[in-house]
């Protein structure tokens, strides 16, 4: 009993120390860094105290929770440990300094086992899993920009929760089902507010400011002996489920296949369960295209086929902004003009930045069906059930009633 309870203060004295000094001291050393628009400096006295303060306290409170060998009981705990632990690896991997992770790889470790995930900390550890405690949440820093880019990243990644959960209520009453017609507008309402906090985000967060002291905590960074890639604000599987729910994206496309399989580790246990029904969906654009083409269509099937429509217009719109609005202007023009030596360092998932941004405008054409040569879209499928609901629209033979299949 007496272990459970040293055990558990030792959690809380990391969790008190991961929301106060830990945060002060990111804090000033990025006041350092932006003040010489530098990513690090180094051979810097102050630079250098203040990270060694950092590498040291947060190394003596992880191994002081390391040395009882015991786990928390409730996965939500155990996964804010973790939490806590890749916040601190994070810090060390940002200000280029390498901790000793002798006395605590093996917590990480045994935390990751436990929960089936990577051994680092996860965009889900400051979107879905960011207790806060009177009114603060998590973060590497105080700065302003650095809670603008948390508050409408997460608003965002909340409003994509909301359309897939919408969404995956309409398998089980049919697409004909006036019920389902709630479930689509909630979608498309859903996915005006992900363009709608992507757009604050873009006005708001400071190019600069974004540039030298929020993306470097995302970079990848090594437990123990493997390196794991950096964390990216798609970490998250409603995206998913709304490309494969959809049809837009296949599970069985080898290229989507790659992108699950590399972000299952990095999705919050409970997301990796969505994750893993993906290949049992049927896509409701194939339904929809199925239940139009069967006869005239009925005055519900006609309204949820415009609705899907609209959640695929609305959908693709995000992806687009997210490439040209976000990706371009914060990461791509300002690293061209980043030294050459750091042209590998750009990215969350460590492969150069030209491969990452052709992959995310991969699945970008693919979100936003655009008809490309080399790519099968969801262009025809979609341009068929516009063509049906047209053909719907002609003035019906004199005798045919709606819904009928004659
Ligand atoms: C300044 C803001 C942002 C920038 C610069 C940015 C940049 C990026 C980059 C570079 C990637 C590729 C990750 C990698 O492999 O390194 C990515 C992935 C992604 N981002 Fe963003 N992003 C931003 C904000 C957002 C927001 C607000 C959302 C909405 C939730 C979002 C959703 C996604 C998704 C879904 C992916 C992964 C694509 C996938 O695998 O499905 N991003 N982002």
């Keep these: 009993m007496s272990r459970d309870v040293s055990s558990a203060s030792a959690i809380k004295d990391l969790d008190r120390w991961i929301r106060g000094e830990f945060r002060e001291l990111n804090t000033e050393l990025e006041e350092i860094y932006f003040s010489e628009k530098a990513i690090t400096l180094h051979d810097r006295a102050d630079v250098d105290n203040l990270s060694r303060l950092l590498v040291r306290d947060g190394g003596e409170l992880i191994s002081r929770v390391a040395e009882h060998r015991e786990l928390p009981r409730d996965p939500d705990a155990r996964y804010e440990l973790l939490g806590m632990i890749g916040f601190y690896l994070g810090a060390c ?31 889900a550890h400051q979107h879905i899993h960011n207790r806060a405690v009177g009114g603060a949440f998590n973060s590497f820093t105080t700065l302003a920009s650095e809670r603008v880019f948390l508050t409408y990243n997460g608003l965002a990644v909340m409003a994509y929760r909301r359309a897939a959960h919408a969404l995956l209520s309409i398998p089980a009453l049919g697409v004909s089902n006036p019920l389902a017609t709630y479930h689509l507008a909630d979608a498309v309402a859903a996915l005006r507010d992900v363009m709608r906090y992507s757009q604050a985000l873009a006005d708001e967060l400071d190019v600069d400011r974004f540039f030298y002291n929020i993306r470097p905590y995302f970079k990848s960074y090594r437990v123990g002996s493997k390196e794991f890639r950096g964390a990216n604000a798609g970490d998250f599987a409603a995206i998913n489920v709304l490309d494969v729910l959809l049809g837009l994206c296949s599970p069985h496309d080898p290229f989507y296949q790659w992108v699950i399989a590399d972000k299952y580790p990095y999705v919050a246990p409970e997301d990796q369960k969505l994750l893993r029904a993906l290949t049992a969906i049927e896509p409701l654009l194939t339904t929809v295209v199925r239940e139009l083409e069967a006869g005239v269509p009925s005055a519900p099937l006609r309204e949820n086929a415009e609705l899907l429509l609209d959640v695929c217009r609305h959908y693709g719109a995000a992806t687009v902004f997210h490439h040209h609005r976000l990706v371009v202007p914060f990461l791509q023009k300002p690293a061209a003009d980043a030294p050459q030596e750091r042209h590998s360092d750009m990215t969350a998932s460590g492969p150069p930045l030209e491969e990452v941004v052709e992959t995310l405008a991969r699945l970008r054409d693919l979100r936003a069906a655009r008809q490309r040569p080399d790519l099968v879209t969801a262009r025809a499928a979609l341009d068929r059930v516009r063509e049906l609901l047209d053909d719907a629209d002609e003035p019906a033979t004199p005798g045919a009633a709606v819904g009928s299949k004659d």
Aim: no cysteine; aromatic share 6%.
């Design 93 to 123: 991997r940002r200000h280029e300094v390498q901790p000793d992770q002798s006395q605590y790889a093996s917590l990480a470790e045994a935390l990751a086992g436990s929960l089936g995930v990577a051994p680092r900390f996860s965009s």
